[in-house]
T-cell receptor, first 118, second 115 residues
Framework: DTGVSQDPRHKITKRGQNVTFRCDPI?????LYWYRQTLGQGPEFLTY????????KSRLLSDRFSAERPKGSFSTLEIQRTEQGDSAMYLC????????????????FGPGTRLTVT | AQTVTQSQPEMSVQEAETVTLSCTYD???????LFWYKQPPSRQMILVIR??????QNATENRFSVNFQKAAKSFSLKISDSQLGDAAMYFC????????????FGKGTKLSVKP
């Protein structure tokens, strides 16, 4: 079990450019979540997947944001036409949701991708 | 909507002493889970402890324990025998038992440990 991994760890981009982040969850975890964390704040939920299906999206996820999990394994988060307000840490988490198991509500986080938009 | 409040932006503790971090939450639900996460500087979020709302017994994990007061909607974290490695941001988080999965986090408490 290698844990949740994210790539890249840091990304600097110019306003207006598109960026894509990747998340590899803990193997066999069926749920994958994306959060955004700005300086001095707790993480805020963006979206989540169960297997390959995107089941919930936050209002924070504007039309410029899109996420995929094509084969139910890794996921990508793309931001189009980046704005300075998109600068944040983007966190990925995964969990293995199983009926009747309280521990299945635990989410395990990756190291995050820090995005800086100049 | 559910909210989580951590009223202590910063706390400090002497090594080997005990410290308690506060968290309150607001919900009308009866089925939910509460968590404490630790985020060391420039490192990833680590799950510290979980509490199910239906359990009266407070959760304990080694030096970490919680004081869960359901009626008061309070969920504090006690760290005993504090170690230098405990220095980090600590986040309290709420998860609806009926939800599909989004954690609701507080703003965090920065804990410093003095040698």
């Amino acid at each position: 079990d290698t844990g949740v991994s994210q790539d890249p760890r840091h990304k600097i981009t110019k306003r207006g450019q598109n960026v894509t982040f990747r998340c590899d969850p803990i193997s066999e975890h069926n749920r994958l979540y994306w959060y955004r964390q700005t300086l001095g704040q707790g993480p805020e939920f963006l979206t989540y997947f169960q297997n390959e299906a995107q089941l919930e999206k936050s209002r924070l996820l504007s039309d410029r944001f899109s996420a995929e999990r094509p084969k139910g394994s890794f996921s990508t988060l793309e931001i189009q036409r980046t704005e300075q307000g998109d600068s944040a840490m983007y966190l990925c988490a995964s969990s293995l949701r199983a009926l009747g198991s309280p521990s299945s509500y635990e989410q395990y986080f990756g190291p995050g991708t820090r995005l800086t938009v100049t | 909507a559910q909210t989580v409040t951590q009223s202590q932006p910063e706390m400090s503790v002497q090594e080997a002493e005990t410290v308690t971090l506060s968290c309150t939450y607001d919900t009308s639900e009866s089925d939910y889970y509460l968590f404490w996460y630790k985020q060391p500087p420039s490192r990833q979020m680590i799950l510290v402890i979980r509490q199910e709302a239906y359990k009266q017994q407070n959760a304990t994990e080694n030096r970490f324990s919680v004081n869960f007061q359901k009626a008061a909607k309070s969920f504090s974290l006690k760290i005993s025998d504090s170690q230098l490695g405990d220095a980090a941001m600590y986040f309290c988080a709420y998860l609806s038992g009926g939800s599909q999965g989004n954690l609701i986090f507080g703003k965090g408490t920065k804990l410093s440990v003095k040698p």
